[in-house]
């Protein structure tokens, strides 16, 4: 893998009709490198679908990874639905396995008033029995816990690093919009982003950083942390840091766009992104 793969969150508004197939084909013509395979709502896509979209990820040169549904809570008292949660995971792992994709990403739990730290060790224990379930099956893909966007939600960047270190082969989907939203804006100079990275290489190793799952948007934040995604030009993330210090670390892997105008706003990161890395 030589650099970034940048490209959009789900099928771009431009592909007609809007269907995953479609959406890699458009991605590859708009001069993209990668898509995420959106399965917010659900995992609504068949085996058959999903070896055709690995075809045409092959033949177009497309890299995927998966975004699971949204409706998902490892540390929910309802045990119903702390199992329900790990099953839709465990399904878009495995048709994201099928696709081919390689890293599948999730917002992994919320406190509920708890103590973080029994949080964590609930979380983790849930994880590992993902993580079997995957090796016992022979599914081939890498489960990426998403730095979250509000203080309710598990999931910094210290307690996804740490994950990834008791759970070998665990690594964190690094959203760099919802570092700044959690942080009230906080979190926004080339410092603050090349911390980050740091934080990641010096507990994961160096080569953690040589396949990264990226999520990276214009966001709009309140008193409790991310409201919204917004387009590039209307957020006060500093995106341009982000981009230059995933350049002066060499950083390669995997950066989703999740802007409400997609290849729009996909095409300006790979554009900025080639621009700072060639000079």
């Known amino acids: ?65 998966v975004h699971a549904p949204y409706y998902i809570n490892l540390n929910s008292a309802e045990p119903e639905k702390v199992e329900a949660s790990k099953q839709r995971i465990l399904q878009a792992a495995r048709i994201g396995a099928k696709a081919g994709a390689k890293s599948v990403t999730f917002h992994a739990a919320f406190y509920h008033e708890a103590d973080p730290k029994q949080v964590y060790q609930v979380v983790k224990g849930h994880m590992e029995d993902m993580l079997a379930e995957l090796a016992k099956h022979g599914v081939d893909i890498r489960l990426s816990p998403e730095t ?6 598990f999931g910094t960047l210290e307690e996804l690093v740490r994950l990834g270190q008791d759970l070998p082969g665990v690594f964190p989907c690094v959203d760099f919009a919802h570092l700044y939203a959690r942080s009230l804006g906080e979190l926004n100079t080339y410092e603050d982003f090349a911390a980050v990275l740091e934080l990641i290489s010096r507990n994961l190793g160096p080569e953690a950083l040589q396949a990264v ?15 919204r995604h ?50």
Request: proline share 5%.
């Open 1 to 65: 893998m030589a650099g970034l793969r940048i490209g959009t969150a789900g099928v771009p508004h431009s592909a007609k009709p809007q269907t995953t197939p479609n959406g890699v084909v458009r991605v590859a013509e708009l001069g993209l490198q990668h898509m995420e395979i959106e399965f917010v709502h659900g995992v609504r896509m068949s085996e058959k679908t999903a070896y055709q979209v690995r075809e045409l990820a092959e033949r177009h040169n497309v890299s995927l990874t």
């Open 148 to 153: 979250t966007g509000g203080p309710t939600q």
């Open 213 to 227: 799952h990226i999520h990276l948007s214009g966001i709009e934040h309140g008193p409790r942390g991310e409201k």
């Open 230 to 279: 917004v387009p590039l030009e209307e957020t006060a993330l500093n995106y341009r840091a982000v981009l230059q210090a995933l350049v002066d670390f060499n950083v390669q892997g995997w950066l989703t766009c999740e802007s409400p105008i997609l290849e729009e706003d996909a095409l300006i990161l790979k554009g900025l992104y080639e621009e700072l890395d060639q000079s």
